[in-house]
């Protein structure tokens, strides 16, 4: 039994962060009726990524939106506002991340929704919270990232910054909500109290930074330095690193550089007897010439008996293509209810040995509006 | 009243991914208990990030185990042993992260551990999960980063594989464990049963990729093309991306490129009156060249009124120094038991309009051994 079997989610959100919260909250049982605006629906339906429509939606929509159902109704009409209001009374969550004031215009704010469904647990997530100047900014990842000082950690010191090429902050912030939300049900199953739980993109941002702004405010507030090559890891010193080699690229970790100029039989390396931080730049150097001289699974062969933190860096061709990835069962195909069907990935948590997978492929707008609506008249919802 | 008040969570858990599910429980409400080896200790303890030693422990442990407290004792010590035992007999939760095989040589798998409690939740990271070729390999951040193919998702085309400058996976691995934990939690709650939730490293690296994946798998498997500069998302087209002005860096987001062009005043952009995805190279050209010639304050001052995604990408100092980011109480001061301060970030959920703080820094090694052996000889724990 998943263990959020027999709850109802209703979900406002859309784009990724919110959507994102319900999808884990679906991987682990819940039913998630998305609330979509007729015609066009969640904007993220129209958000096309690499040009690639789906059955007539963006891919990142589907990837998103597997294992949920879609009642396209209307906050302005108000049949539809009725019908919205009877699903938030047998709601044991509500989830939105419009901007604020967006849900009080409607008469949908967690004080008008708690007279609804007083247990109610009402998940919110905004992009920059109480932030005074920039809370009707537009909660965006990579303008998140950009203001909370993100893009200063990846790539090289003369690279200027460098953004993370992924939704990082709309996935964090979309986690966060999600454990708030788990530990608020908790609560709820003992003490039957609802909850409002909320999530900034800008405080998930910053939690993320939690290492780097720990050392900035306890080290005399000194900006952080990226190595001049091979970095990683602005705070970590030599080898931490990704290196060519002759035929692709090695990652190393943590490890000692007199170990590893033994090892690699690199005669310059030997020169550094300590492994200082201040020496990283010069460490880095001397490695990144000497590794360049021989095949990655050469040196592969030399490091691992050792026990040297190392790792080949492959791309999505070679790492689909290992026997081992077919073991994981990480892509499953869902198909949605006209039919169609894709490959997308599956949650990443396992409960009691079983992987929390569903066949259910995203829903077409509206397409549960029927059954929804005679669960309504039925009094079921 | 805090979600998880009253729980116990007993840790082995060491380095980031166990400690940062912990840290979130203990942010939520409960009481976590850290058995650490004594004398060393979570090897976290020395890992040094940027050599800043804070009260004899690096800054890194400092920041991940605030809010917690820390049990000295040894598994090969019968004595030891049994105290963990008693405490297993009263936890709601035990964590571990220890290598495959560990936890049953000492005899605490789960099996093991039922017998001793069998309403446990028992959450467990590995590295790699199930994949037969790579179970033994250490799971460590950059090469799980490596391994999965995310260093080719940041950074531009030409810069070869860019790592994500901050332990992303571990911090992944972490929240998703949370989130099982919390889950399994609050079917207890409701049903009195245990469960066995694990997460590997590997499936949270491939779960933060679920949008790139699913375009790869239904895009006829072509790998990503990161753009030839600013890139900032590999399937993302033209203006995504950070560009550099006369003064600084701004980050516009997905927006149409004719009006950009108008609004810029940039004659040279206007020849693009589609925005193809297959020409964002040519485009980002363009726009990088016209933007290199004004301030940041110069653009912002033209783009926020017209509402196009942008914003200032900001550095530690000029992030926190705005006058809202005190506003936000992002930073708070811990104390330790032995009276040393620092400060540190605070967790990013709030619940019911209340920021989840608490003013208890790390433990020392083994601080708590003499409440807690009390508390199991009164028959508490």
Redesign the interface.
């Known amino acids: 039994?998943r263990?959020?079997e027999d709850l109802l989610v209703v979900d406002f959100s859309q784009f990724l962060s919110g959507p994102l919260a319900s999808l884990?909250l679906a991987d682990?049982?819940a039913r998630v009726i998305k609330i979509e605006k007729p015609g066009s629906g969640d904007i993220c339906r129209s958000?096309y990524?690499?040009?690639?429509i789906?059955n007539g939606e963006s891919?990142?929509f589907?990837?998103?939106n597997r294992n949920k159902e879609s009642f396209a109704a209307d906050f302005k009409q108000p049949q539809d506002l009725n019908h919205i209001k009877k699903l938030i009374e047998k709601a044991d969550v509500v989830i939105h991340n419009f901007r604020p004031g967006v849900m009080e215009r409607v008469g949908l704010s967690f004080e008008e929704v708690k007279t609804l469904n007083p247990q109610v647990v009402y998940g919110e997530i905004s992009g920059?919270?109480?932030?005074?100047?920039?809370k009707s900014?537009?909660g965006?990842?990579?303008?998140?990232?950009?203001?909370?000082?993100l893009?200063?950690?990846?790539?090289n010191q003369d690279?200027?910054?460098?953004?993370?090429?992924?939704?990082?902050v709309d996935?964090?912030?979309g986690?966060?909500?999600?454990?708030?939300i788990?530990?608020?049900?908790?609560?709820k199953?003992?003490?039957n109290t609802g909850?409002?739980?909320?999530?900034?993109m800008?405080?998930?941002s910053?939690?993320?930074?939690?290492?780097?702004?720990?050392?900035?405010?306890?080290?005399g507030?000194v900006?952080?330095v990226?190595s001049k090559n091979n970095?990683?890891?602005?705070?970590?010193g030599a080898p931490?690193?990704?290196y060519?080699t002759a035929d692709g690229?090695l990652?190393?970790?943590?490890g000692s550089i007199p170990v590893l100029a033994t090892l690699l039989k690199c005669d310059a390396l030997l020169a550094f007897t300590e492994n200082k931080?201040s020496l990283r730049d010069q460490i880095k150097t001397v490695l990144a010439d000497h590794l360049k001289t021989q095949s990655t699974s050469h040196w592969l062969a030399i490091l691992e008996p050792a026990d040297i933190?190392?790792?080949?860096?492959?791309?999505?061709?070679?790492?689909?293509s290992?026997?081992?990835?077919q073991?994981?069962d990480?892509?499953q195909e869902v198909t949605m209810g006209d039919g169609f069907s894709?490959?997308?990935?599956r949650?990443?948590?396992?409960?009691?040995?079983e992987h929390l997978v569903s066949s259910k492929g995203s829903p077409k707008l509206g397409e549960h509006n029927a059954l929804i609506l005679k669960e309504i008249s039925d009094g079921k919802n």
Chains 1, 2 share one sequence.
């Open positions: 039994m263990p959020l884990r682990l049982g958000l990524v690499s040009d690639l789906l891919s990142i589907h990837a998103i920059y919270g109480e932030h005074p100047a920039w900014k537009p965006q990842d990579l303008l998140v990232q950009s203001l909370t000082a893009p200063w950690l990846s790539g690279d200027g910054p460098v953004a993370m090429g992924l939704s990082i996935m964090l912030a986690t966060h909500l999600a454990q708030g788990l530990a608020a049900l908790y609560r199953a003992i003490h909850a409002k739980v909320e999530v900034s800008l405080a998930s910053l939690d993320f930074q939690f290492e780097t702004i720990t050392t900035y405010f306890n080290d507030n900006l952080p990226r970095n990683a890891h602005a705070y970590l931490y690193g990704i060519q690229h990652a190393l970790a943590m931080f933190w190392c790792a080949k860096v492959l791309d999505y061709k070679s790492l689909f290992e026997e081992g990835f073991v994981l990480f892509v894709y490959k997308t990935t949650c990443p948590i396992k409960i009691d040995g």
